[in-house]
């Protein structure tokens, strides 16, 4: 066992090294920092004091993709397609956010977490068909409340987006603007109810220098990295960690109400 005064440091390691191989992974597939980092994280430290701390480093993140690509957002399928379901779905998540209690609100993370990666790796070699305008609000309305509850809904919107547009700089600057606009609604949310503070902000500071070098790591890793194979590894990763939280949160559950 790691001594009371090592423990601390310890934890920041690790938190920082998650939040590294997370950044790295949507700088390069385009999404998944939310999910990695709140799933391997919510192992270390409860939900509720990881959010507050990981959506401003997100945020920042977001916005310097957004400084370097803003010349290829596509602002009219953002604001047509995109956005009147997934801000619908968002108010819906950040109410369910305000009334579920931490331990069923991880819960409900992990088995989403568990369902999407057993999704995403059952159509591994699914052909790709359009969407239609009701699957696609339906899934955008999902990720704009999974957003809401979790930071984490991307994977829905990014499956959306890329039958939207074939055009990898247009699919990054618009993800991008979605991201900082859903992110803002989070970081007000999380104001409202107190949870932005100092604890919060030493957290968010172990996530920093992770973010700054995920920036340089994850381009190496997009020009290198087969796409394919590496989402794949992606989601095994985030299967077996959602499980492991899902049994975890369901003792800690059952424990309680013993």
Do not use: C
């Amino acid at each position: 066992m790691v001594s009371s005064i090592a423990s601390p440091i310890v934890l920041s390691i690790a938190l920082a090294a998650i939040a590294l191989f997370a950044f790295a992974t949507e700088a390069a597939i385009g999404f998944g920092a939310t999910v990695l980092t709140v799933t391997l994280g919510a192992q270390l430290v409860p939900l509720d004091q990881l959010l507050p701390a990981f959506v401003p480093v997100n945020f920042f993140l977001s916005s310097v993709v957004l400084a370097r690509n803003v010349r290829h957002v596509a602002w009219p399928l953002l604001l047509r397609q995109l956005a009147p379901a997934t801000l619908v779905g968002l108010g819906l998540g950040l109410l369910l956010f305000r009334l579920q209690s931490a331990v069923e609100l991880q819960l409900a993370f992990a088995v989403f977490v568990v369902g999407l990666a057993l999704i995403e790796l059952r159509r591994r070699d699914t052909p790709i068909l359009p969407l239609g305008k009701i699957p696609r609000s339906g899934l955008l309305l999902v990720g704009g409340a999974v957003h809401g509850l979790f930071g984490a809904g991307g994977p829905m919107i990014v499956y959306v987006l890329g039958r939207l547009t074939d055009d990898k700089a247009i699919f990054r600057a618009t993800l991008a603007v979605t991201w900082l606009s859903l992110n803002t609604a989070l970081l007000l949310n999380y104001a409202s109810l107190h949870l932005l503070n100092q604890a919060s902000a030493r957290l968010s500071l172990v996530f920093l220098p992770s973010a700054l070098l995920a920036l340089v790591v994850g381009e190496w890793l997009h020009r290198r990295l087969d796409a394919r194979r590496f989402r794949v590894g992606i989601y095994v990763l985030l299967l077996v960690a959602g499980s492991a939280l899902a049994i975890r949160t369901t003792l800690t559950l059952l424990r309680t109400r013993s």
